[in-house]
């Protein structure tokens, strides 16, 4: 079983990265030529999943986070009166919990599987700032 | 490979509970230090996911599960002439299938991994009902 | 490990198929009887998850697939000045990222563990197709 943690730093609120290679990268390292890799964003306010990585697609997708979660609408979260949250980032929490954090693919003949037009995405929803995502590959 | 069973009777029709502690006393009883956690929610109208376990924020996941599957709209599973449903939880479904009933962590150290602000939620969506939520921890 | 590939020819833009029987039919050539399950669409505008599979409940997820994200709405991935995109897919991209196309399950008593209810389902975007799932069955 191989570990590693993969780190960002983040530049906007919203922000849409392509981890594939990085995670390829690990896939390598661990020796594991069929199995299982599992990732986890260790923070609420992101999420991991697949799509295709094209420039046009990255900002329909981007424009519809912002029209799943109205980020001007009233949320409790963000209520001094109920809560000591200074972000005030309950929009990033409902978009990251819509996506997931989580993530497990196959390992096959020692590469992560993925579709011609799959690529893995982190996605940023309250940056800028640090983040990580534990790695762990597991097989033969 | 170590499996159990939790099980819930749950009070009201929408319900977010914290499973957390009860995922990681089963981790402990497995002897399970490095590998993988499965859980799996064995109902279609529950879900399984990450969020901060935060009062005014479960308020704002609870009003935003409400706003994306409208109950009042018309479903045809809800309409006796093309279903036999009595309980007119189309609904539930619709968010149950949104949200997903499984969810698959890394066991690191004995416990399952989690970011500072990561708890593991089981959603009821068509409550009160008994719930069952099916563990296996595999690994070293 | 235990690979194979399940393929279909979808015949509707969107369309539901339940694809539960084939993958059990895996879960038992492979020999594995208890162990995990891990299926995955390799198509950005497909998906895969759990529900119930009932006529009238099949009709209100399409229903609400279309609602969620509006097919008639502008997208940059549809508009040639952006995109070199021919199938003007941006909705079937949307649906398919929201819903996921991996799907991990536990396998118990050589089968695929699933509640009463719940029925694996594969969800096509932007059909007709050929689409292929890769499944990996490991364990003991």
Known sequence: MF???LDWVTEDRMQLINITDRVN???RKSGVREGLIHLQS???TTAL???EWQGALLEDVR???SQLVN???YYRHNDPEYSDCERKNADSHLRGMMMGQT???QVRNASVLLGTWQSIILAEFDGPRSRSVAVQVSGV
Chains 1, 2, 3 share one sequence.
């Open 49 to 51: 999943f697949l799509n």
């Open 63 to 65: 424009g519809f986070f």
């Open 103 to 105: 993530l497990c693919l």
């Open 71 to 73: 980020s001007a609408a």
């Open 3 to 5: 570990h590693r943690v």
């Open 25 to 27: 990268e690990i896939v």
């Open 42 to 44: 260790l923070h609420t």
